[in-house]
């Protein structure tokens, strides 16, 4: 059975950083994308950072590019998510996902397995 766990997040003031964990067990997904995903109150999940199944290969959102970095530890199965200059338009859970595909991707519904999630919550 697959696992996603995230860990990492809390409460922090604008202008400082929080280093997001995600965990994978089940199965290897060394070659696989695996991306960070974020869904604010009363809003959509949305697509934050990924990293593809080839080494080097990421892409970000508009809205954190520049400010959140992405990396992965394939020999641990687990991705991260640095992220600084924290504003408080940030605030929200933040999910890990993986897809089958080595390919990048964007779209939520590419992805098969999902973590819980964890909060960030960013203060003014």
């Known amino acids: 059975q697959v696992q996603l766990v995230e860990s990492g997040g809390g409460l922090v003031q604008a202008g400082v950083s929080l280093r997001l964990s995600c965990i994978a067990s089940g199965r290897a997904f060394d070659t696989s994308t695996m991306s960070w995903f974020r869904q604010g109150p009363n809003t959509a999940r949305e697509f934050v950072a990924a990293t593809g199944g080839t080494p080097g290969a990421t892409y970000y959102a508009d809205s954190v590019k520049g400010r959140f970095t992405i990396s992965r530890d394939n020999a641990k199965n687990t991705i991260f998510l640095q992220m600084n200059t924290l504003k408080p338009e940030d605030t929200a859970t933040y999910f890990c996902?993986?897809?089958?595909?080595?390919?990048?991707?964007?779209?939520?519904?590419?992805?098969?397995?999902w973590g819980q999630g964890t909060q960030v919550t960013v203060s003014s």
């Open positions: 996902a993986a897809r089958e595909s080595p390919g990048l991707s964007t779209l939520r519904f590419d992805y098969a397995y």
